[in-house]
């Protein structure tokens, strides 16, 4: 299983601060148009993604435990 | 520890003290607070949500980053989540370096990357309504998924 993590607008959107999901095997690219598609998720061509709190691209193929972040533009400062 | 995200008010003097070396000759430290007024807009107050874990990592790196640009430095920075009111500090960056000039190119480095790539974000509560913030203008896309090596190197 895969611990996914939403924050700032995304969370609003999934009601969630994660969601527990079997994503092992999906590229972090599909994990997001899954997602994206599945609680309408605004702007996700803005939203980076970590894989295991390290920054991952979406060709990155997802493992069994690995923790999913959903990292919208970052505001802090 | 000399990153650090804090749910309780910045003691600013503890962030500089953490940074004291007997080889600098400067400390600068930047102060991040929270602004009443953005393009005639008026903020009542600010929700900052972060994810710590990589927060903290992302911190460190900038921290190695200086460590490794600016020879001699020492780097300690914290930031605050939570609800924070207009005037309160939202960030503390201390660096210390054995020459002025490289202690304020390094604390300037220090807040432009963490507005690049540290998992933080504001909740900006106006008079009437509210709204996360990303980049000012949600003009940045990530195509590739992450960041560009030009969005992490410039």
Not at chain 1, 33 to 59: G, I, Q, R, W
Not at chain 2, 39 to 48: C, E, H, R, S, V
Not at chain 2, 55 to 65: M, P, R, T, Y
Not at chain 2, 129 to 145: D, I
Request: hydrophobic residues 40%.
């Amino acid at each position: 299983m895969n611990k996914i993590l939403f924050f700032a607008h995304l969370r609003d959107a999934v009601g969630e601060e994660f969601l527990s999901v079997d994503a092992s095997g999906k590229t972090v690219a599909e994990l997001k148009a899954e997602l994206s598609a599945k609680y309408n998720l605004p702007k996700m061509d803005t939203v980076m993604t970590a894989v295991n709190e390290e920054f991952a691209a979406n060709d990155e193929v997802i493992r069994d435990g690995d923790e999913i972040a959903f990292i919208p533009p970052v505001s802090g400062g | 520890m000399m990153y650090q995200i804090s749910k309780e008010p910045i003691d600013i003097q503890a962030v500089i003290d953490k940074v004291v070396q007997r080889e600098a000759g400067a400390i600068t430290t930047f102060i991040g607070t929270v602004r009443e007024l953005t393009k005639g807009k008026k903020t009542l107050f600010l929700i900052y949500e972060a994810y710590e874990a990589m927060a903290v990592k992302k911190l460190e790196q900038i921290g190695q980053e200086i460590e490794q640009r600016w020879e001699g430095s020492c780097v300690a920075i914290t930031h605050r989540v939570g609800r924070l009111d207009i005037t309160d500090v939202a960030v503390v960056i201390a660096v210390s370096t054995p020459h002025r000039a490289d202690a304020y190119d390094a604390n300037r480095y220090a807040i432009e990357r963490i507005k690049e790539i540290v998992p933080i974000w504001k909740k900006e509560h106006w008079e009437e309504g509210e709204a996360w913030m990303g980049n000012q203008l949600e003009t940045v896309a990530y195509p590739s998924g992450k960041p560009e090596e030009s969005d992490l190197n410039e």
